[in-house]
């Protein structure tokens, strides 16, 4: 059974600090890595992917993969309100497949 | 029309009513999903249809039976649902990229009530 761990939060953390988001995976073969985020009521977006070890950044977020742990994480830094959502781990495995799966995602909550 | 759009947005039936939802892409994509996503609970991957080839079925009740006429086009047709049934559906699609580097495109998803 593929698996991928996201704890449920919330995370609360003060306006302009760095909200620190964990997802551990399962299957070693696992080769792609998702985050997208969820506001209430409504569907997913991509924000991030990331393929290789180490650190990716866009803007005031970070997505930083480390294989031999198997594990990922979302930095988000100089959070903001609007950054309040539930965020959602999703893991692709190599050899053909294009299916995901999804974590139970984490909430945040960004507090002024 | 951009991106994925679903319809109906909300919808309430009863549970010997019979109702389709719809779903279009309009991205080009080649494969395109079927979630449920009930409160507090993760995502769960309904059907995969990729170049209208059904290439996944999650084990779901056989009140639930998808349709995929074309690439850019999915039905999901509702028949006899009980209450527990009622959840966000959501629609999505993606490249059918192997190799997964294929990140996935949502609708705004069919809040659905079972009476």
């Known amino acids: 059974q593929k698996e991928v761990e996201q704890n449920s939060g919330p995370l609360s953390v003060p306006e302009g600090a760095i909200a620190s988001l964990n997802c551990t995976y399962s299957?070693?073969?696992?080769?792609?890595f998702f985050w997208y985020r969820q506001y209430s009521g409504k569907s997913p977006e991509l924000i991030m992917f990331?393929?290789?070890?180490g650190d990716k950044e866009d803007g005031r977020f970070t997505a930083q993969l480390n294989k031999a742990s198997q594990y990922v994480s979302l930095l988000i830094r100089d959070s903001q309100p609007s950054d309040s959502a539930t965020y959602l781990c999703?893991?692709?495995?190599?050899?053909?497949?294009?299916?995901?799966?999804f974590g139970r995602g984490t909430s945040l909550i960004v507090h002024p | 029309e951009t991106g994925v759009t679903q319809t109906p947005r909300h919808l309430v039936m009863g549970m010997t009513n019979k109702k389709s939802l719809k779903c279009e892409q309009h991205l080009g994509h080649n494969a395109m999903y079927w979630y449920k996503q009930s409160a507090k609970k993760p995502l769960e991957l309904m059907f995969v249809?990729?170049?209208?080839?059904?290439?996944e079925n999650n084990s779901v009740p056989s009140r639930f039976s998808p349709e995929c006429p074309n690439s850019s086009h999915l039905f999901l047709h509702l028949h006899t649902l009980q209450p527990e049934d009622s959840a966000l559906y959501l629609c999505a699609s993606s490249q059918g990229r192997a190799g997964g580097r294929d990140e996935q495109f949502f609708g705004p998803g069919t809040r659905l009530t079972v009476l």
């Open positions: 999703a893991v692709n495995r190599a050899g053909g497949s294009y299916i995901p799966t």
């Open positions: 249809y990729s170049l209208e080839e059904r290439v």
């Open positions: 990331i393929y290789s070890n």
């Open positions: 299957d070693r073969g696992s080769q792609s």
